[in-house]
């Protein structure tokens, strides 16, 4: 008789899932200078007032195409979640959709600010369609997804999307450490002699 194989996945740290950040899926802005430099510093991070600065100067002085518009409120909202204004970067992912409404980053960052704020549901909503729609980073689309997944207490799925994080992106350390939180147990089916 073959015995079947069941995964039994279970964090082994669930005080350090309080401590899980979204990844940031920041969107490429190309032709004016000053969107361009925010697209960069939000893409390098730890720079953030400089960066939201730089953002404000774009969207207030330069002549954006509406993508690039959406782009600029994404990344600014990327590094207003960098200072950990969730609230203000919810707002900035908001504008963007509005403007933008097929731009995939925008929903893959506002679901991760909306797993901040354990709005699981809704968290899940925006990263599917973000995932869908196509990040231009797609693995923070599944590190997000398997972040919220793993507030939720659904550790299987955040286990299988943290593997698919670093199957896109092999050198996110934040997902290699996430995975540390994990043990495999394989268990026999129990109809196995």
Not at 11 to 20: I, R, T
Not at 109 to 122: H, I, P, Q, V, Y
């Amino acid at each position: 008789m073959k015995t079947a194989n069941a995964i039994l996945l279970s964090a082994a740290c669930a005080a350090l899932m309080s401590l899980n950040m979204p990844a940031r899926a920041v969107t490429m802005v190309l032709g004016n200078k000053l969107a361009h430099d925010c697209y960069l510093l939000a893409r390098a991070g730890g720079q953030a007032t400089i960066g939201i600065r730089t953002c404000n100067s774009a969207l207030e002085n330069e002549a954006l195409s509406p993508h690039d518009r959406a782009g600029t409120y994404v990344n600014r909202g990327a590094l207003k979640m960098e200072q950990k204004q969730v609230d203000d970067a919810i707002l900035d992912y908001n504008t963007g959709i509005a403007i933008f409404p097929l731009l995939g980053d925008a929903y893959v960052d506002r679901g991760g600010a909306l797993t901040m704020k354990d709005k699981f549901d809704e968290a899940m909503i925006d990263i599917n369609r973000g995932i869908e729609l196509g990040p231009s980073q797609p693995f923070a689309g599944y590190y997000n997804r398997a972040v919220t997944y793993q507030r939720m207490g659904k550790y299987k799925e955040a286990y299988l999307d943290y593997k698919k994080t670093l199957e896109l992106e092999s050198r996110f350390e934040p997902a290699a450490e996430r995975l540390k939180d994990f043990v495999v147990v394989r268990k026999p089916a129990a109809n196995a002699p």
